[in-house]
């Protein structure tokens, strides 16, 4: 009866689940939860002596009221297809579930299991990437201070620190910054395995947050140390190696700091459930039952066989194939390098200047490879880059802002209903002291020619709005968006116009006709066919002339 129960609630689960994990592992500060089953089992194995406890179901109205929630909260994430949400559903099921199954005599074997589950639910609103911002920030300033003791010229601002003949981006030189999550997930399965107090828990994982910050300070300062010496370790393998002895390091540091915990803080606090070899015996002194009321066991019943029915409606509503999980750990194929003589040597009165071919670590917000060509037309002089690979849609402004840009306008060129099978293109006037002003245009293209640009709003008066539409994306948080399905990787068109004066309206528009002929072209050498048909292209190209 008992594995029937469990098969009937993870007939409930499978797609959502499915498009959950895969959502994870395609952000790599998640994919650590590929080993979260071997610590499940792990923590398992390690509470095998407590035994199959039984007895005690006080207040089994309140876990039947709480299985009903978790349904209901199923039923709403299939509808609005949630992964996240249907996470939140399991989690609370599966409580239920073991409660009545065990009572508050078994909790000492399948709590830790279940606390540690929640590694698995990120945090919603995107405060994740709220954290990892707000953590690149405070590991810029703390480096500074460092380097400032040891006498070493640099400047910082934003999350740059500059340095003679390099410039270190946070996500390029402190790709650790990811190890936030990997060290806290590492903390808490500790401090379950060795069964430590709530107190020692909660000290051992803030503990653990300040130890990331000293990883990423100390990969920095080693990083600035080393160039004077011509030694780069901020991309290639010997990056990956000071990553390496670094994370080491910094869970040496976790296991030394969970020791003297261990032996400064109380033994019992919350307690810490003890090993008998009699705790599988049931009891049924005392007024406590062996088994759960009959009323709660039928209840739980009945609801389970509707589990199985929330599997269809996500079928229904699914919408698109099943996401391949493996995509994430396979490398994005090269793309083709064109070349300086790849781009035409003048183009929209544009001459091409110079050509370079950048190489970054993985997740790098600028694209891990990058084409970049400078072309120039009296006093406007544009860096116009193809960036490779994305795994989903981008916007370029937020790197910028995260290097000292401030944003004073947004639009999407070729978006309004006049001109709404143009191919549009994000339009961004930004400004910073002592680099003047400068326009970004740019826009994703994925294998099949779909272009796909979009800008965050950013008015400050919008916060509101801002915290609904953050509140409406837990109920959106497929990693398919649901309009055009991007063919991934994509790939982005990048171009940057820089000026000591504002950039007038005409010259916008002279850089937009140069920046929309430089991606054509450059799609059509790439081999990518373009989503737009070539007559609603010169019909569109005749009305901007018009116009």
Known sequence: MRAISWLMLAAGYPLLLW??????????????????????????NSRSEIGDAVGDFRGAWLIVLSFLGALALL????????????????????????????????????????????????????????????????????TSQVLDFFGRLHVTYMNVIEVPNKKLFIADACS????????????????????????????LLVCAFSIVL????????????????????SSGPDHAVLGIVLFACSAGLILSVDQLLYFLLPERIFGVYERSSNRHEPSSGNGQNVLAPAWARVCMFGLLCVFPVASGLQFLRMPGPLPDMTSSFRSPEELKALGKEGMPERLQNFERLEFAEIRRVFGDPF??????????????????????????????????????????????????????KTEPVAVVRMTRQLDGNAVLMFCQVDQRG???????????????????????????????????????????????????????????????QFYCEFRQQAVEKLGIRSAVPPHTKAANNEKSRKL
């Open 19 to 44: 498009w959950h994990v895969a959502g994870m592992l395609q952000r790599p500060h998640y994919q650590f939860v590929i080993v979260v089953p071997l610590l499940l089992f792990a923590l398992w």
């Open 75 to 142: 039923g709403l994430a299939s509808l609005m297809w949630s992964p996240w949400a249907a996470m939140l559903s399991l989690l609370a099921s599966s409580f239920c579930l073991l409660w009545m199954t065990t009572g508050w005599k078994g909790v000492g074997r399948w709590l830790p299991l279940w606390l540690m589950s929640f590694v698995l639910v990120p945090l919603p609103f995107g405060w994740d990437e709220r954290l990892t911002l707000a953590l690149r920030g405070v590991t810029t300033r703390m």
């Open 176 to 203: 650790g910054i990811h190890s936030l999550f990997v060290l806290m997930a590492a903390a808490l399965f500790w401090a379950l395995y060795s069964r430590r107090t709530f107190l020692h828990t909660i000290v």
């Open 214 to 233: 000293l990883e990423n300070v100390s990969r920095l300062v080693v990083i600035a140390m080393m160039l004077p010496y011509q030694i780069d370790l």
């Open 367 to 420: 694209g891990q490879q990058s084409q970049q060509w400078s072309y120039a037309s009296g006093p406007l002089v544009a860096q116009i880059s193809i960036d490779y690979p994305y795994e989903g849609q981008h916007d370029a402004a937020l790197c910028y802002t995260q290097t000292g840009w401030t944003v004073e306008d947004s639009r999407i060129a070729g978006a309004t209903p006049e001109s709404s």
């Open 450 to 512: 779909t272009t796909f640009a979009g800008v965050r709003d950013r008015d400050s008066q919008l916060k509101l709005l801002d915290a609904r539409k953050r509140f409406e994306s837990l109920w959106g948080g497929s990693p398919v968006p649901t309009g055009p399905r991007p063919l991934l990787p994509l790939l982005q068109f990048q171009l940057l116009a820089r000026s000591a004066e504002p950039i007038t309206e005409q010259e916008i528009d002279r850089l937009l």
